[in-house]
Structure formats: structure tokens, C-alpha cells
């Protein structure tokens, strides 16, 4: 589950609403060092920068979606470059009221310079399509103490627009896996740079 605020209006005592998103997601390859694989995911709800922000608090959970995202570990775990293609449908969209269908995207790319708990993270993600948006990007730092917590500050702003986030404070929980065809094993910690 995830869940987006929206202060557009700058004003910290107000806020102009909030969207949820829940998702599944099957991992169907992991490398043996465990810093790399493929995954398919699938929810309803979906992030902010890929729907359009006058309908994203009201549409948001109308939409359906599905992405496959990639992790590739480059130079000894230094780099980490995420690919997430997917696509997704919003239903009785905006003020027409039908089905809008989008193509999605999001790369990221970790640089982890000194231990792979600490990262500088650049991203870039949006949408093309009926319900498309304006390529945004985010860039920040990222820590990861463990493998169930990701604590992140970054900015993000619209390629050519000013509907983008912002200053964002991130905070990301995950639970043990507790689903797992063929069995659940036990992630291992992560290897030490070279």
C-alpha cells in the first residue's frame, strides 16, 4: 500500500487531498547476490506524476495498472538501475467520463559511493496516453538501514512544468515477504563495496 498527500497551494496548514494505491508484486527473477532481478506488479491506485494532477485525488484509485520492473547492479553494486515499463487504465476518466489508457515509465539509478545503505538516487517517470502527464524527474539522497526501511529526501519537478512535487520527505516500510510461491527464503544482507 502506498499513500500520496497533495499541498499544492504551499499552505502547510491546509492540504489538497490525498490518493492510495495498493499492489501486488511476483518476483519471478533475483540474481544469486541478490542486488538484481525482474518482478511483475499490478494494483489499483496509482502515484502522482503519472496521472494528471487536476484529476489525480479523485481518479487516482480509478486506475488500474501493471508495470515489469528491472533492476540491473552495475560496477561491483556501485550502480543500481532500475527500468519499470507498464501500463495503465483510469476508469470513467476525467470529465468525459470513459476509460483512459496510458503507457507508463519510471528509470532510477542508485549511485551508492561509500556503503550500499546511503545512496544518491536520480529518477525519471511519467506517462503518455489519454491520461498522460509531463515527464518528471526526482533527485535526492536515499538511506536504507535495513531491508524493511528506505528513508529519502528529494526534489522533483515536471520537465517544462510546475506541477512537480516538490521537496518530498519519503518514507518506505516493507513487510517480510509472506506470500511466496515455492517458499519464502530469507534475504540476505548486502555484500560490502569493493
Request: hydrophobic residues 35%; glycine residues 10%.
Amino acid at each position: 500500500m502506498a499513500a500520496y498527500l497533495y499541498n499544492n497551494d504551499n499552505d502547510p496548514a491546509t492540504n489538497d487531498g490525498y490518493s492510495t494505491s495498493f499492489y501486488v508484486k511476483y518476483m519471478f527473477y533475483e540474481n544469486a547476490a541478490q542486488t538484481g532481478g525482474a518482478a511483475v506488479k499490478a494494483g489499483t491506485g496509482t502515484f502522482p506524476g503519472t496521472i494528471d494532477p487536476e484529476f489525480r485525488v479523485k481518479d487516482a484509485f480509478k486506475t488500474f495498472w501493471m508495470n515489469t520492473p528491472v533492476t540491473l547492479p552495475l560496477f561491483h553494486d556501485k550502480i543500481s538501475w532500475d527500468l519499470m515499463p507498464g501500463a495503465s487504465v483510469s476508469i470513467n476518466y476525467g470529465d468525459t467520463k470513459t476509460a483512459a489508457w496510458a503507457f507508463t515509465y519510471s528509470t532510477r539509478v542508485a549511485w551508492y559511493p561509500w556503503t550500499p545503505k546511503l545512496s544518491f538516487v536520480g529518477e525519471v517517470f511519467g506517462s503518455a496516453g489519454r491520461s498522460g502527464t509531463l515527464p518528471e524527474f526526482k533527485i535526492g539522497p536515499r538511506y536504507e538501514p535495513n531491508q524493511y526501511a528506505v528513508f529519502a529526501l528529494t526534489y522533483g519537478q515536471e520537465f517544462g512544468g510546475t506541477n512537480g512535487a516538490g521537496f518530498e520527505i519519503g518514507v518506505m516500510l516493507f513487510t517480510p515477504p509472506f506470500a511466496c510461491l515455492g517458499g519464502c527464503r530469507e534475504k540476505k544482507p548486502p555484500p560490502p563495496l569493493k
